[in-house]
């Protein structure tokens, strides 16, 4: 028996929000969304309620307070941005997304989705909901992991910061070997979709015969009305969008303010040296601790000028990503596969720390 509540085979971009159902049935409360709302909430609300009250908590409690202030007001205004490019991205038709990626399969389009990526002025978290929603207009598999891997620390902002912490030289050939490794991974995964093994993305006519790509925009454009109603649908629309990833970054924000909370980190850097030891428990660190690009930035900065170990450092800024349970958790939910989830470290690590490794015998 098939109705409208049938399991989708492939993820319907109109569809986002698993809140709402074409059924009209009440969904389940998701849990996680909430808990970790409230979780976040609390702890928020400690780091200025305790003070007030001249109550002194616990100092494990205390430093998970403040972890949770920093973290969530270092994050906030990229994931609202973001939120702001999932709406106005999905009121572009798909053929613009199209145009602008190119075809998915093809090296000119891996190249493109990179250069996308690092000119995006986003953290990790904020990045993930746009390049879940390039997905969901029919971005290749391989363009959505290779917009996903060179992008989270290649900011303008974070360009700078880097600047600052390490020198251009570095900061440069970080930049380079991250778009490398996005575009050999990148052709990599849409050479595993063509061959089957991984599922494909959303499935898009081309380009329409003739299609022109200024010419289609500014027709397009003078047939917008932007209006009250206009705004508050890329609004609404962002929001709906960006409620997959919000989830998991509250439960990351806790994951994170916990660590800190019950683990020093005060030696944090006198274990990690440009040995291969170091880089192993480096790549542990990078897995275990749940930050966004600009909280990886500095930590990445004292593993270069302090362990001396360059390597190390690229490899916490990339692994983070490649490994990064937020990130693979919303691969998962948005694109209905376990499978590519688990490729993306699989398919990223090996190539980070080959590259790691050259690293720290340069320095």
Avoid at 326 to 336: A, G, L, Q, R, S
Wanted: hydrophobic share 55%; proline share 5%; aromatic share 10%.
């Amino acid at each position: 028996m098939s109705d409208c509540c049938s399991p989708k085979l492939k993820p319907d971009p109109k569809a986002i929000d698993s809140s709402t159902s074409c059924c009209g049935t009440k969904q389940s409360l998701d849990k996680l969304l909430w808990g970790s709302l409230t979780g976040v909430a609390l702890l928020y609300a400690l780091y200025f309620l305790a003070p007030a009250v001249n109550w002194a908590p616990p100092e494990w409690l205390a430093t998970m307070s403040l972890a949770t202030v920093e973290l969530f007001n270092t994050m906030w205004w990229s994931v609202v941005l973001a939120a702001l490019f999932v709406g106005l991205i999905g009121r572009i038709p798909q053929h613009f997304i199209v145009a602008i990626l190119g075809r998915g399969g093809s090296f000119k389009g891996i190249v493109r989705a990179t250069a996308a990526g690092v000119l995006m002025d986003l953290c990790s978290h904020g990045i993930l909901m746009v390049g879940m929603k390039l997905y969901q207009k029919g971005a290749s598999l391989g363009q959505v992991m290779a917009f996903l891997i060179a992008s989270p620390w290649n900011s303008l902002s974070l360009t700078l910061i880097m600047c600052a912490l390490i020198g251009l030289p570095w900061t440069l050939a970080f930049i380079a070997l991250s778009m490398v490794i996005g575009v050999i991974s990148g052709l990599i995964f849409d050479r595993l979709v063509a061959r089957n093994i991984l599922p494909g993305g959303i499935e898009h006519q081309g380009l329409p015969e003739g299609f022109k790509f200024w010419p289609e925009a500014k027709a397009a454009w003078a047939a917008t009305t932007v209006n009250k109603t206009w705004v508050k649908g890329v609004l609404w629309e962002g929001v709906q969008g960006s409620r997959i990833v919000v989830r998991w970054l509250l439960f990351g924000i806790l994951l994170a303010a916990a660590i800190r909370g019950f683990v020093s980190l005060d030696n944090f850097q006198d274990y990690f040296g440009p040995t291969v030891i170091g880089l192993a428990l480096t790549l542990l660190a990078a897995t275990i601790i749940e930050v966004c690009s600009e909280g990886s930035t500095p930590i990445a900065a004292d593993l270069m000028t302090r362990a001396k170990a360059p390597g190390n450092s690229f490899a916490f800024l990339m692994t983070g990503v490649a490994t990064d349970y937020t990130e693979v958790m919303v691969i998962k939910d948005t694109m209905k596969s376990w499978k590519v989830a688990l490729f993306l470290p699989l398919v990223t690590v090996p190539q980070v720390v080959a590259i790691a490794l050259i690293l720290n015998t340069m320095g």
